[in-house]
């Protein structure tokens, strides 16, 4: 299993992508968090604004298509795409990511 996170820049399209995902068997669950402020340096200059962050839960054999999902679909020109793994956990929780992860 591992723990994928991608972040948005409203609410509309951060919903709309973890709709999706579970959906289409990117990923087992997704959770939304409102990040009040970023701040990240763009084009030599730095910026902040708020953000709403995607923790995605999906298999390895789901990954790549789920990165791919997420860079067709994102508002961003290089979106927020990085993964984890995870190294241990409840057994029957990590099953049910890799039955819901296609």
């Not at 972040?7 to 968090?33: F, G, Q």
């Not at 009040?36 to 902040?48: I, L």
């Not at 054999?61 to 995870?86: C, N, Q, S």
Request: aromatic share 10%; hydrophobic share 40%.
């Amino acid at each position: 299993m591992i723990v994928a996170f991608s972040t948005y820049p409203d609410s509309k399209s951060a919903r709309k992508a973890a709709r999706d995902i579970v959906t289409k068997k990117l990923a087992a669950c997704v959770s939304i968090i409102n990040v009040e402020e970023s701040y990240y340096r763009w084009k030599g200059r730095v910026d902040r604004q708020p953000e709403y962050l995607l923790i995605i839960k999906t298999s390895r054999t789901a990954y790549a298509r789920l990165e791919a999902f997420i860079k067709k679909g994102h508002p961003h020109k290089v979106p927020e795409i990085i993964w984890m793994d995870v190294k241990g956990g409840l057994g029957e929780y990590l099953a049910w990511v890799q039955a819901n992860s296609g």
